[in-house]
């Protein structure tokens, strides 16, 4: 089965930075995009970032020149690397993919970042 687990968040002052990781297993890992959001207290969760099997990256524009996305189809990972946080990027932080119609989810790591 589809199966994403997330490590690497912590409690971070702000303009430090924390690399997210994802193992993922269940599914042809290179062939999929993938994708991280992210869920601040009492807000949807909201995309962040997507990396295709190509490796090309997109990301909406908040995050553009502070977060990378990367992804190593060796070690079925996929990386969030943020720089410069901010208190406002405190949030929970998904990994995702899509598959077949359906969505599936990591557990999260809980991302807080301290002004």
């Known amino acids: 089965q589809v199966q994403l687990v997330e490590s690497g968040g912590g409690l971070v002052q702000a303009g430090g930075s924390l690399r997210l990781s994802c193992a993922a297993s269940?599914?042809?890992?290179?062939?999929?995009?993938m994708y991280w959001y992210q869920q601040a207290p009492g807000k949807q969760r909201e995309l962040v970032a997507a990396?295709?099997?190509?490796?090309?990256?997109n990301y909406v524009d908040s995050m553009k020149g502070r977060f990378t996305i990367s992804r190593d189809n060796a070690k079925n990972t996929v990386y969030l690397q943020m720089n410069t946080l901010k208190p406002e990027d405190t949030a929970v932080y998904y990994c995702?993919?899509?598959?077949?119609?359906?969505?599936?989810w990591g557990q999260g790591t809980q991302v807080t970042v301290s002004s």
């Open positions: 990396i295709n099997s190509g490796g090309t990256t």
């Open positions: 995702s993919i899509r598959l077949g119609g359906s969505t599936y």
């Open positions: 269940g599914f042809t890992f290179r062939l999929n995009t």
